[in-house]
């Protein structure tokens, strides 16, 4: 009789990719995948710790499973990834029903649990969370979704300790998977259709196993024929040498955009979040990436109102982003978390309505500083990987360029997965409009 489960996920790409590792490692115990949460026999929520709101949603999403469980007391949910690590305490107590609660270092266990969470007869639920400084999932069968992009988790954990992120204590300490088991990997999406990798790390730049570091395994990746783009993320700016600089440039099919998370303008906010690096050495990077690779496109990430952050922190911010003019950045209100470093020693001291305040004004900029950047693109001819139809607009079709900016062309004599010459024709601060050429 087939079995079927049904995993939704939240959070970041890594979770994306793990959710294709669980499918994986049930489908070869002859699990099937179930079209919706009411169809299956088993629920997982995959799911994300890294903010309060991401928990809460959570929370909302398994009150409403209450009652498929009130219907089908048999169905097994299941709460996985980096919140059933660090609540699973909270998670059985204000969701009780829950029958399995799984850490991401322990998915080999996860056919096991779930069927020894079918057992009608236990009252408890079923936790294991325990961290492996070890596991990479090395030769676990993934079970990829189809489509032209997909990603190949590289580097799992995070020994960086910056203090108010809750990762390397819900994740555990860095490892990477061997050079050869993703060059297997990759070879395998290539013939299953992949055109675009992504390779997934914390801080993917540190990447270093065998031997081998981050530019090396770039470069074998880049070997693989039938893929059209490598992409990474995210890269650490300690870790990111000019010797992988240097390799970035000597290879054409590694997409020529660099996502490097600078959290704070501040030297002084910096050193207190435990970086590792000041504005000034940042900055200095920032310099290097223009001279060596002068094509690539930018973005980061910002934290506001961090604790202690003044009004001169924050403008320190404001201008490092005026002088970078990233092409994008992901832009976040400071949210304590419980266990961190942050949470213990330091009070969440700047309040909300000035967080908020600070953070309109720096999407603001960034609003600004993108759409001069998209426009500076109309007029230009660029390579874009098809992906498929916009889903705005499904007469049109919606692709990248190699700079990752997302770009909408015509209808057109190609498909997705090809590769498209197009002339920009027209920008908004987040898309560009092409027309293909000949
Ligand atoms: S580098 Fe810092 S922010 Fe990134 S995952 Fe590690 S601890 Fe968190």
């Keep these: 009789m087939d079995r079927s489960v049904f995993i939704e996920t939240y959070g970041c790409q890594m979770n994306e990719a793990d959710s294709e590792l669980m499918f994986g490692l049930l489908r070869h115990r002859g699990w099937t995948v179930a079209g919706s949460a009411d169809e299956a026999d088993v629920v997982l929520l995959n799911t994300c710790a890294v903010r309060e709101r991401a928990e809460e949603r959570v929370f909302g999403r398994l009150g409403w499973l209450k009652s498929l469980k009130d219907r089908r007391p048999e169905v097994v949910l299941g709460v996985a990834g980096c919140m059933a690590e660090r609540m699973r305490g909270q998670i059985v107590e204000r969701a009780p029903y829950v029958d399995l609660v799984i850490g991401p270092d322990a998915y080999r266990r996860l056919p096991d649990l779930v069927d020894a969470a079918q057992d009608t007869d236990r009252t408890d639920a079923l936790i294991d969370v325990r961290l492996d400084k070890r596991e990479t999932y090395a030769d676990a069968e993934i079970d990829r979704v189809p489509g032209i992009s997909g990603w190949i988790t590289v580097q799992r954990g995070c020994d960086k300790f910056c203090t108010f992120c809750i990762v390397p204590f819900v994740r555990g300490r860095e490892r990477s998977l061997p050079p050869e088991e993703v060059v297997a990997q990759a070879q395998a999406m290539a013939s299953e259709g992949f055109r675009e990798v992504t390779l997934l790390g914390q801080t993917v730049s540190s990447y270093y196993e065998r031997g081998h570091d981050f530019a090396d395994l770039l470069s074998a990746v880049h070997a693989v024929e039938g893929l059209h783009r490598i992409r990474y993320t995210s890269p650490y700016p300690n870790d990111f040498s000019d010797r992988l600089l240097e390799r970035l440039g000597s290879l054409p099919r590694v997409g ?146 190699s700079c990752f900016r997302t770009t909408i062309l015509p209808e057109g004599d190609f498909a997705p997965g090809d590769l498209v010459r197009a002339r920009v024709v027209a920008a908004t601060s987040h898309t560009l409009f092409g027309e293909v050429t000949a």
């Excluded at 950045?329 to 600070?358: I, L, Q, W």
């Excluded at 603001?364 to 607009?393: F, N």
């Design 256 to 401: 020529r955009h660099i996502h490097l998370p600078v959290q704070s303008g501040s030297t002084r906010l910096l050193r207190d979040m435990k970086r590792g690096y000041t504005a000034e050495a940042y900055r200095g990077l920032i310099d290097r990436v223009r001279r060596i690779l002068p094509a690539f496109a930018l973005s980061t990430d910002i934290i506001v109102g961090y604790p202690g952050e003044t009004e001169d922190d924050f403008e320190a911010t404001l201008q490092l982003m005026r002088d970078v003019r990233f092409d994008s950045a992901f832009m976040f209100r400071y949210s304590e978390r419980d266990g961190t470093h942050a949470a213990r020693n330091k009070p969440d001291d700047v309040p909300d309505e000035v967080k908020r305040e600070r953070l309109q004004r720096l999407i603001a900029l960034q609003e600004g500083i993108s759409k001069v950047r998209y426009g500076e693109m109309v007029g230009r001819t660029v390579e874009v990987l098809v992906q498929g139809p916009s889903r705005r607009d499904p007469s049109r079709f919606i692709g990248r360029t």
